[in-house]
């Protein structure tokens, strides 16, 4: 059966792929307040074939990169889902969560999680580069 066709895993990538979107919007907001800033952006990617879904984020502060890269990283292998979220700078690189799991068993809140955790993580990187 071809994944479209799986009207599981098609409402499961809907769903996390919305999740992620609110994290990128999250993630700017408390950002953008402390912080003068250049350029931010967050992108939600979502390829149906491979079962991926990514969240990258982009932030520049006079006019200097500081992150370009995807953040959180979804995919779905068989019966599984693996989160990976990794937040990497000239400062260096963090693993902020890695989870995996049946996808009977996920819930949804290791998601919901995430905000916070890659909030304080980049704020810190933030700070020690600027």
Do not use: W
């Not at 260096?92 to 905000?115: A, H, L, R, T």
Request: charged share 20%.
């Amino acid at each position: 059966m071809m994944i479209f066709d799986n009207k599981k895993t098609v409402d499961l990538l809907s769903h996390l792929s919305n999740r992620l979107n609110q994290i990128g919007i999250f993630l700017q907001s408390n950002i953008a307040r402390q912080f003068k800033l250049t350029d931010m952006a967050s992108y939600v990617h979502v390829n149906i074939l491979k079962q991926r879904i990514y969240l990258r984020f982009k932030l520049s502060i006079n006019s200097m990169e500081l992150f370009d890269n995807d953040i959180v990283n979804i995919r779905l292998t068989n019966d599984k889902i693996h989160v990976t979220c990794f937040v990497y700078s000239n400062y260096g690189m963090d693993k902020v969560m890695e989870y995996q799991d049946n996808i009977d068993n996920f819930e949804s809140i290791i998601v919901d999680n995430i905000s916070l955790k890659l909030l304080s993580c980049i704020k810190s990187h933030i700070n020690f580069i600027t």
